[in-house]
């Protein structure tokens, strides 16, 4: 149980082109949904928080017209790059936990690419 | 002070050995506890959950939680070199976002 889906799981595409990434939570309802992103040899850094129907909570430093989230559904999140640029390339990972104080259960991630 | 600590290692075990790993976190409240593995280049993986004292023992893993002395550990029986990754510990942030709070992880070494 507990399985989350992430898709693309590679991205390679030329700069300054959007890239979204969804995110899907197979076998529960998802109440909160999580976007992270890790550099080679570095730490996970959250990204930011989002809510079934509801804004999504940036972390500082992160900017909300740049990584924009949705998170339509119980078992949907979606992030997209806009505009992306070389520097946006990373490994890009989501999580889903549900109510309460439960693990967060994480996808496969996606690699980004920009060239 | 970080909010959740590890040594970052490498640590390195024989097979067959015992893989204890350690971890402290400052906030005196938090109440649950996480341990995930994450092999080089892909997505942690969830291995153990623990929310009181004491022991909780899963297969070859054991969590092991002090709240008195703000202390988490995980040990590993039998070690293999497919357990040979980085392990996070990971402390949910005591308000209602339930963020998780991440160590930087230790690395964990089987030799064969």
């Known amino acids: 149980g507990a399985v989350v889906s992430q898709h693309p799981s590679r991205v390679i595409c030329k700069s300054g082109t959007s890239v979204k990434i969804e995110c899907r939570s197979l076998d529960f309802q998802a109440t909160t949904m999580f976007w992270y992103r890790q550099f080679p040899k570095q730490s996970l850094m959250l990204m930011a928080t989002?809510?079934?129907?509801?804004?999504?909570?940036?972390e500082q430093g992160v900017e909300k017209d740049k990584f924009l989230i949705n998170h339509a559904s119980l078992t949907l999140s979606t992030l997209t790059v806009t505009s992306a640029h070389p520097e946006d390339s990373s490994f890009y990972i989501c999580?889903?936990?549900?109510?309460?104080?439960?693990?967060?259960?994480f996808g496969d991630g996606t690699r980004l690419s920009i060239l | 002070q970080k909010e959740v600590e590890q040594n970052s290692g490498p640590l390195s075990v024989p097979e067959g050995a015992i893989a204890s790993l350690n971890c402290t976190y400052s906030d005196r409240v938090s109440q649950s506890f996480f341990w995930y593995r994450q092999y080089s280049g892909k997505s942690p993986e969830l291995i153990m959950s623990i929310y009181s004292n004491g022991d909780k023992e899963d297969g070859r893993f054991t969590a092991q939680l002090n709240k008195a002395s703000q202390y988490v550990s995980l040990l590993i029986r039998d070690s293999q070199p497919s357990d040979s990754a980085t392990y996070l510990c990971?402390?949910?942030?005591?308000?209602?976002?339930?963020?998780?709070?991440f160590g930087s992880g230790t690395r964990l070494l089987v030799r064969p």
């Open positions: 999580s889903a936990r549900m109510e309460g104080p439960q693990p967060q259960h």
């Open positions: 989002s809510n079934e129907g509801s804004k999504a909570t940036y």
């Open positions: 990971a402390v949910n942030k005591r308000d209602s976002s339930y963020k998780l709070i």
